[in-house]
């Protein structure tokens, strides 16, 4: 078992709409897909956010498209619009989320996909 960080298991897509965060996270290979059902829960993710207070995580779990989407709410500071804080769009904060550190067994591990330069 080794620790690698979401970036390397998955990419993601986002979106933001007023003070609610919408988060896709997409598998780069269909047999990590489990592993991210097991380990990228909303409770996870609400653990991941917790500075930003979010007053919900919502988990929604697209098999077809080896992804899944989550909705965080009040994470964005009032909105785009209405937030001082520069950093506060949803594609910052999808870096934040490809942070996280999960388990992968080592045969799972040769799906992962290294930075350049990373040995």
């Not at 917790?50 to 919502?58: E, Q």
């Not at 870096?95 to 330069?117: K, S």
Request: hydrophobic share 45%; proline share 6%.
């Amino acid at each position: 078992m080794t620790r690698l960080e979401l970036h390397a298991l998955a990419h993601a897509r986002t979106g933001d709409k007023g003070n609610r965060l919408n988060i896709s996270l997409i598998a780069y290979e269909p047999a990590l897909y489990p592993l991210l059902l097991l380990h990228v829960t909303e409770a996870a993710v609400a653990m991941r956010f917790i500075h930003r207070k979010p007053s919900s995580v919502k988990r929604y779990e697209l098999p077809k498209m080896h992804a899944l989407n989550f909705v965080l709410d009040d994470v964005l500071d009032g909105g785009v619009t209405q937030a001082l804080n520069l950093d506060s769009h949803g594609k910052t904060l999808s870096f934040h989320l490809l942070g996280l550190r999960v388990p992968v067994p080592h045969e799972l591990a040769r799906y992962a996909r290294r930075a350049p330069g990373a040995g």
